[in-house]
């Protein structure tokens, strides 16, 4: 019965969605031609910069538990039939049709392949190769990562094989990254894209359901067809890429009024204004101005907000990084990556904005506090 259920979910899923493996994201990209370059995207660049945690990026929550008079214990709720999902699957989304009712009802296909296939493994049955090839492009996190296990430990590994293990480093689970990451060290894609220091190792027991949230596009300035990459993302950079040529991304900002600056000519920038500032405070009538400026610089000299280069001094296989200024307080950095053959545009997260006109009591009691306290 289970390996009957299997593969009829196995059919299903295939006909959608496993028997054409998706590329293997920007580090398996081909070269664009230089007689045939694509048309530069007009220019319209997103400056609506606030939170840097987008409650809008945030994947959806579970639904909130029913009001329960008493207390009661409710009755679990009846198991879909497999055979009734498998049949409206195949019947309502043809092609894997990607509407959010066939959706719904893909993931519901894959919790009855994910649970035959556990039944079939754990009575050591032969499993065809095949089967672990459609569950490593599941979107179920946890029948991903006994797909790309098999596929990864599996001695008779395809070039195929290694596209569809390089391509879960793109996945928003991070239990599917952490499996690639965990076991796929010799998967020379794999290999290569470790160069980079990656985030989102987890357990590779295949159990950790925590899915990261995909940033807005206003993040890579807009740029149209950015691809946001979550390996190499973290909580203080959201990195993207795009096939298209460093000097088509370069004029795609230059054309919007942005045009791309040196970590040099940032600080020079940032300079030009700190003294400007400094110079309007010491030609003030204010007999407290020279405490003023010295708690000014004092306070500028400790921020790193002006140094743009510091969240990339160690990034590998970056060719010259350039820096454009999206807003007052966030830049993104665009640069030729050799690691994942691609233009990368990489958006770190500012620093708080300095003060430039301190309140100095509350200054002084902060360092005050500090030093009581020892934080």
């Not at 490593?136 to 098999?150: D, F, K, Y």
């Not at 610089?297 to 743009?308: K, R």
Request: a negative charge; hydrophobic letters at 40%.
């Amino acid at each position: 019965m289970k390996s009957r259920l299997a593969a009829c979910a196995l059919m299903v899923l295939a006909s959608g969605c496993g028997s054409d493996p998706e590329p293997a994201g920007d580090a398996l990209d081909a070269s664009v031609p230089t007689d045939i370059a694509p048309a530069v995207p007009a220019a319209k660049v997103s400056g609506d910069f606030g939170d840097w945690d987008e409650p809008t990026a945030t994947p959806a929550t579970e639904p909130a538990i029913p009001y329960n008079p008493g207390f009661r214990v409710p009755e679990p709720a009846a198991p879909p039939d497999p055979d009734a999902v498998i049949g409206r699957y195949a019947s309502e989304c043809p092609g894997g049709a990607t509407s959010d009712s066939c959706r719904e009802l893909r993931v519901q296909v894959e919790g009855v392949f994910l649970d035959a296939l556990v039944a079939l493994r754990g009575a050591d049955q032969e499993i065809d190769r095949q089967w672990y090839r459609i569950a490593a492009a599941a979107e179920t996190p946890q029948l991903a990562c006994i797909g790309l296990r098999e596929l990864i430990l599996s001695p008779g590994r395809t070039a195929a094989d290694e596209a569809l293990i390089v391509a879960a480093l793109d996945s928003p689970w991070r239990s599917v990254r952490g499996a690639v990451l965990a076991w796929g060290a010799k998967v020379p894609g794999v290999d290569a894209i470790r160069q980079r220091e990656v985030y989102g190792l987890a357990s590779r027991e295949c159990i950790d359901g925590g899915r990261d949230p995909e940033p807005g596009p206003k993040w890579a300035g807009g740029y149209p067809g950015a691809r946001y990459r979550p390996f190499a993302s973290s909580a203080t950079r959201r990195w993207f890429t795009t096939p298209d040529s460093l000097e088509q991304v370069l004029d795609f900002f230059e054309r919007a009024g942005k045009p791309a600056r040196t970590a040099d000519e940032l600080a020079a920038d940032a300079n030009a204004r700190f003294i400007a500032e400094a110079t309007r405070i010491s030609e003030s009538p204010d007999a407290d101005n020279e405490a003023q400026l010295a708690r000014l610089m004092q306070h500028l000299t400790g921020q790193s907000q002006t140094n743009w280069s510091a969240a990339f001094r160690d990034v590998q296989g970056a060719g010259e990084i350039r820096y454009v200024m999206l807003a007052e307080r966030q830049a993104i950095a665009v640069f030729r990556d050799e690691v994942l053959n691609a233009t990368s545009i990489v958006a770190p997260r500012p620093a708080a904005a300095p003060d430039l006109a301190p309140d100095m009591e509350q200054a002084e009691l902060e360092n005050l506090s500090r030093l009581v306290f020892r934080y």
